[in-house]
């Protein structure tokens, strides 16, 4: 029952950040990640609005999870940061980030 609990608990604390990913632009992003950073001042620099959310934090973790999880995206074991998410769609273990930050604007 305890274990139920936290479980509950976990899915509920991680739902309103899950809410705010359906719409603009959120990511999540890891210390010492230099995509990452990249992503991040590519998107300041370019004034382009976005939320993030680092996995450190285990509520961002969390609810990380849960995203990729309802996503229904294959990882195979592997989610590279930084992991973005556009109105709803989740991209992760981006292969050329350049591109792709692009096609943000």
Do not use: W
């Not at 509920?12 to 359906?22: D, K, N, Q, V």
């Amino acid at each position: 029952m305890k274990h139920l609990m936290s479980i509950t608990a976990a899915v509920i604390l991680s739902l309103p950040l899950y809410a705010e990913t359906l719409h603009g632009i959120s990511v999540y992003t890891r210390n010492g990640c230099s995509r990452c950073v990249y992503t991040i001042n590519y998107l300041k620099n370019h004034n382009i609005p976005h939320v993030e959310y680092p996995i450190e934090e285990e509520k961002n973790y969390n609810s990380l999870c849960e995203i990729i999880s309802r996503s229904g995206k294959q990882t195979n074991g592997i989610i590279s940061t930084p992991v973005i998410i556009k109105d709803g769609a989740v991209y992760f273990n981006i292969e050329n980030l350049e591109t792709f930050l692009e096609s943000l604007k």
